[in-house]
C-alpha cells in the first residue's frame, strides 16, 4: 500500500529546480548529533546539520506491505584524514557509539539553501559499528535496526509473584499464579 505524498513534498517537486538531501539525526553518548548530506552547515527545523557530503553514505532503506522489522546503516568514512590531527580519534569514535541509542533518517528537498519539505523514510535505533579498514581508507559503518525487533527479543520478565512486586509492591495478582501450579485438576470422571 502506498503512502500519500506530502502537501509541502508534492508542490515542492512541481516548483522546478530542487535538489534532493538527507539528513539524520544520531544520538551517542556525548550528544545528538545532526548531520546532512551536503557540505556546510544547514539549519533546520531549529537544529544545525552539519554537512558531511561525500564522507558519508545511507545504506538501503526497503519498506514492504509485510509487518517486518526493515534495518539500514550509515558510513562515514574520511576518518584516516583525523588521524594526524588526533591519533586518538578513531578510538573516541568508536566509544562514543551508544548501542540502542535512537536514530532518525529523513530524505529532504532544497531549492537553494532552504530546505522545502522532509519526509522521515527510517526511524530506529543504532545497533552496532562495523570498523572498515583497508590500505588507504578507514570508515565506521552504524547498522541501524527498527525498534520491531524489539517484539522477538525476550523481556526477561517472569509471571511471578517476585517479579511483579519489584514494580508493583502491593499488587497480589501473581500470587494466585503461584497456587495455581499446586492444584491438582481432574477432569471428566
Given amino acids: 500500500m502506498g503512502r500519500d505524498l506530502a502537501s509541502q513534498l508534492a508542490s515542492a517537486l512541481s516548483d522546478g529546480l530542487i ?44 519498506e514492504g506491505i509485510s509487518v517486518q522489522a ?9 576518518i584516516e584524514k583525523m588521524l594526524g590531527q588526533s591519533p586518538d580519534f578513531l578510538t573516541e569514535c568508536l566509544s562514543d557509539i551508544r548501542a540502542q541509542a535512537p536514530a532518525i533518517l529523513w530524505f529532504g528537498l532544497m531549492s537553494g539553501t532552504a530546505v522545502l ?14 570498523l572498515n579498514l583497508s590500505a588507504d581508507t578507514i570508515s565506521i559503518t552504524l547498522a541501524l535496526e527498527s525498534r520491531l525487533l524489539d517484539l522477538g527479543r525476550a523481556s526477561g520478565r517472569r509471571y511471578t509473584s517476585a517479579d511483579q512486586n519489584v514494580n508493583y509492591p502491593d499488587d497480589s495478582g501473581f500470587d494466585w499464579v503461584e497456587i495455581e501450579n499446586d492444584i491438582a485438576v481432574i477432569w471428566g470422571n
Fill in 117 to 130: 519539505a522532509t519526509y522521515q523514510v527510517f526511524r530506529g535505533i543504532i545497533d552496532k559499528p562495523t
Fill in 19 to 62: 535538489v534532493p538531501v538527507f539528513l539524520a539525526q544520531l544520538t551517542f553518548r556525548s550528544a545528538t548529533r545532526y548531520v546532512w548530506s551536503g557540505v556546510g552547515t544547514l539549519s533546520y527545523g531549529g537544529q544545525n546539520y552539519a554537512g558531511v557530503g561525500s564522507l558519508a553514505s545511507i545504506g538501503g532503506i526497503s
Fill in 70 to 78: 526493515d534495518g539500514t546503516s550509515v558510513t562515514l568514512s574520511g
